[in-house]
């Protein structure tokens, strides 16, 4: 029998720059792209299956979807909602110290594309933007890590989801 966990939730949860060309790293400059805050309303952990996912729901709308993330993941957002604290930093929590010790901050988190793979699925997008000495840059990311950095703190920071995406996961 397959064991599964549901994690019901209420309510959410000095880089460089693009001219120095690191991959995934880009200057971020404001995007024309509307923007829809979402909140992690359910996490569900199979303890069997290896298939994870997360809920995310609209903050002020009616709008949700599902993203199959891995186990890993599934288990660092868990935790951060849960805010449980190990005796040393998992990786998600190294992230936030290496933030925290360049004294910057974490903005908000964005899901900001759908592309569709070869398994008729799709595969989404995400990033982490990051403020520092005034200056906003934006790191690739895969939705999934970026959740579980924004869900190590508390309040969690925000999380975002480009209104194109919403269109193409929420047609019904």
Not at 29 to 34: I, V
Not at 69 to 90: D, H, K, S, T, W
Not at 96 to 108: D, F, H, M, Q, S
Not at 120 to 133: E, L, M, Q, S, V
Request: charged share 20%.
């Amino acid at each position: 029998m397959d064991r599964i966990l549901i994690v019901m939730l209420g309510t959410n949860i000095k880089g460089r720059s693009a001219s120095q060309n690191l991959p995934g790293i880009q200057d971020n400059t404001e995007s024309n792209a509307k923007m829809v805050e979402m909140e992690l309303s359910r996490i569900v952990i199979s303890q069997t299956s290896g298939e994870q996912s997360v809920v995310l729901s609209e903050k002020n709308g009616t709008r949700s979807f599902c993203i199959e993330i891995g186990l890993f993941e599934a288990l660092a957002i868990e935790r951060g909602v849960r805010q449980e604290q190990f005796e040393r930093p998992l990786t998600h929590d190294l992230i936030w110290n290496i933030i925290n010790g360049l004294g910057a901050t974490v903005e908000r988190v964005v899901i900001s594309d759908l592309q569709p793979n070869q398994s008729g699925g799709g595969t989404f997008y995400g990033r982490i933007y990051i403020k520092h000495g005034g200056k906003v840059v934006e790191i690739d990311s895969r939705p999934s890590d970026a959740m579980a950095v924004a869900a190590q703190k508390n309040p969690p920071v925000p999380i975002f989801v480009e209104e194109s995406v919403l269109d193409q996961v929420c047609k019904f």
